[in-house]
């Protein structure tokens, strides 16, 4: 793997991680600027209501699939770092079944 790949392997799960925290934080400010119209009494528009429910719904399910993706490592007792490293070393090797990519076959050679 290529420093390169390893980086943005390492972006995508760390923002993976952060998700439910940003969907949340969306619905929360959804709902508080519905708070703040109602309270100055300040015409909410009706999307706007809406969205704040499609972020709440949003928010749950973001953290739900988050959850399912952190499962394995749960269950698997590594840390993050082992984790990322396990990530890794899956990249390196074709799924059972599957020819090895292009990629796969230059980066490192599968060492089983």
Known sequence: MTPAERAQLLRRW???????????????AARRLLGACRLVDVAVPWDVEGAAEVLEGAARAIGQEVARARAPQRRSGMDEAAYQRHLERRTRRPAPGRPATRAQQEVVPNDD
């Not at 760390?14 to 929360?28: E, K, M």
């Open 14 to 28: 760390t923002a993976r991680l952060g998700l439910p925290g940003d969907a949340t934080l969306a619905a929360t």
